[in-house]
């Protein structure tokens, strides 16, 4: 079956621009999560939906949002961008309330801003 | 708040070589996972351990969940060319749906 999917790959966008990346889980996973990456800070959680309600959210300040539509596809919005935010955005998706399972990452966005 | 400590930051081996991870919490684990990056790629779940004290192996990975759930550890025998990537592990917190990852181990292998 299917991965996770996350559209755009690599996305370079200049600083005080705003943008979208999108997240498709795995058919059937109801939980989507958010991943920051980036050398210096490592991999640092952002925001966790299910079923359309965001459950958890990160220390990101607010120009960091996100949200869950009905078919469980994610998108997350990054408004104002500082050039730390520059990093590689992580989306996993897992079988909610299946303990025993791992999340499934995607790929990534690279996003640079400059 | 919690944080997920993990040792050493990188490790050259000789390929046959062993190999060897921490990951330690001054906090209780809940649930430790491990995954396996490559570079330039994503991270891969390898397993979840939830028990204290629980050992699971994997062909010549074994993981091992502390008596006290406070650390964790991946072992690899005879290491390969195909083991290299940054290894993560990650407390998987039921009640906050999150998972909290340590800093990662670097793993570079000499053929």
């Known amino acids: 079956k299917a991965g996770v999917t996350q559209t755009p790959r690599y996305l370079i966008k200049t600083r005080g621009q705003q943008v979208t990346l999108s997240c498709s889980p795995i058919s059937g996973h109801r939980s989507v999560s958010w991943y920051q990456q980036t050398p210096g800070q490592g991999l640092q959680f952002l925001f966790e939906y299910f079923s359309e309600t965001q459950r958890n959210k990160g220390n990101f300040p607010g120009r960091f949002s996100g949200r869950q539509f009905s078919n469980s596809r994610s998108e997350m919005n990054v408004s104002t961008l500082e050039l730390g935010d520059s990093a590689l955005y992580l989306c996993?998706?897992?079988?909610?309330?299946?303990?025993?399972?791992?999340?499934?990452f995607g790929s990534g966005t690279r996003l640079t801003v400059v | 708040g919690q944080q997920v400590m993990q040792i050493p930051q990188y490790q050259h081996v000789q390929e046959g070589e062993d190999f060897t991870t921490y990951c330690n919490s001054s906090t209780t684990l809940s649930n430790i996972q491990w995954y396996k990056q490559r570079p330039g790629g994503h991270p891969v779940f390898l397993i979840q351990?939830?028990?204290?004290?629980e050992v699971k192996k994997q062909k010549r990975l074994t993981f091992q969940f502390g008596e006290a759930k406070k650390n964790s550890s991946l072992h690899i025998t005879a290491t390969q060319t195909t083991d290299v990537g940054t290894y993560f592990c990650?407390?998987?917190?039921?009640?906050?749906?999150?998972?909290?990852f340590g800093s990662g181990t670097r793993l570079l292998v000499r053929p």
């Open positions: 996993a998706s897992s079988l909610a309330g299946q303990q025993n399972y791992g999340y499934t």
């Open positions: 990650a407390d998987r917190m039921d009640s906050s749906y999150k998972l909290i």
């Open positions: 351990l939830v028990k204290s004290g």
